[in-house]
């Protein structure tokens, strides 16, 4: 298992790849669900401490210095289907705060038997951001979630595609893969990476030298009725943002 999951690293690490930039979702999904009938907030938050200071398009808020919080209400329809509701916000380096849009999403997983390893499932979104943080303000993401999991560890892919509704649809679909590896190293903890990568326009992808890598190293921690996951990255390859620090806290809500 362990050979299983290096391999698929390195794989992902070397071919994974317009600089990448912080999102107000930074997270690879598993098969987390709420309980059946059950509603859930989480917290996405996210500081760049180096950014990029240049506006890539007029009225962008250069990522330097920028905060972002996100706050995501879900609820539970059945055990494998589940929505959600994402509400951006947004602090520039000069202290100004502003609202970035409204996004809907909906989850499935499929319902694992009992002693199954492998899960999978699918994610879309579909919303408004404002322009101040992307060039296309209305938006649709497709996310397939593939994982394992084995003797303390996990394994997920997102081979993500991005899709710019306001700016020629899927003429202009972009292929966005996530990968996250976690070794549980205590109850409650576990310690690993997550990788996000940009392979560009999925009609025409990018080569090694135009695609654009970030990595994190992260913790998952479930303790006093708190998950939290906290991870710093670091662009290393054609990333806007050289490094990055986020967390996604889930509140007990009900």
Same mark, same amino acid.
């Given at each position: 298992?362990?050979? +299983?999951?290096?391999?698929?690293?390195?794989? &992902?690490?070397? *071919? %994974?790849?317009? %600089?990448?930039?912080?999102?107000?979702?930074?997270?690879?999904?598993?098969?987390?669900? /709420?309980?059946?009938?059950?509603?859930?907030? =989480?917290? !996405?938050? /996210?500081?760049?401490?180096?950014?990029?200071? %240049?506006?890539?398009?007029?009225?962008?808020?250069?990522?330097? !210095?920028? +905060?972002?919080?996100?706050? #995501?209400?879900?609820?539970? +329809?059945?055990?494998?289907? =589940?929505? &959600? $509701?994402?509400?951006?916000?947004?602090?520039?380096?000069?202290?100004?705060?502003?609202?970035? &849009? $409204?996004?809907?999403?909906?989850?499935? *997983?499929?319902?694992?038997? =009992?002693?199954?390893?492998?899960?999978?499932? +699918?994610?879309? #979104?579909?919303?408004?951001?404002?322009?101040?943080?992307? /060039?296309?303000?209305?938006?649709? =993401? $497709?996310?397939?979630?593939?994982g394992l999991r084995s003797e303390g560890w996990m394994l997920a892919i997102n081979p993500i595609i991005d899709v710019p509704l306001s700016k020629g649809g899927l003429r202009e679909a972009a292929f966005e893969p996530s990968i996250k590896v976690m070794r549980e190293v205590a109850h409650g903890v576990d310690i690993g990476i997550e990788h996000y990568s940009s392979f560009g326009p999925i009609r025409h992808l990018e080569g090694w030298s135009r695609q654009e890598h970030s990595i994190y190293a992260v913790t998952d921690i479930q303790a006093h009725g708190l998950d939290i996951n906290f991870g710093v990255g670091h662009g290393y390859h054609n990333a806007e943002d050289d490094w990055v620090v986020k967390a996604i806290i889930s509140l007990p809500f009900n």
């Open positions: 298992m362990k050979r +299983f999951i290096s391999s698929v690293l390195a794989c &992902g690490l070397l *071919v %994974a790849g317009s %600089a990448w930039a912080a999102s107000d979702e930074i997270q690879v999904y598993v098969d987390d669900m /709420n309980e059946v009938g059950k509603y859930g907030v =989480e917290l !996405h938050l /996210n500081y760049v401490p180096q950014g990029s200071k %240049a506006m890539d398009y007029a009225g962008a808020i250069p990522s330097n !210095h920028r +905060f972002q919080a996100t706050t #995501e209400f879900s609820y539970a +329809f059945s055990k494998s289907w =589940e929505g &959600g $509701l994402y509400v951006p916000t947004a602090i520039a380096n000069d202290g100004s705060a502003y609202a970035n &849009g $409204l996004r809907l999403r909906m989850k499935y *997983v499929q319902e694992q038997t =009992e002693g199954s390893r492998v899960f999978w499932g +699918f994610n879309t #979104e579909f919303g408004y951001t404002a322009r101040r943080v992307t /060039n296309s303000m209305w938006g649709m =993401e $497709l996310r397939p979630i593939l």
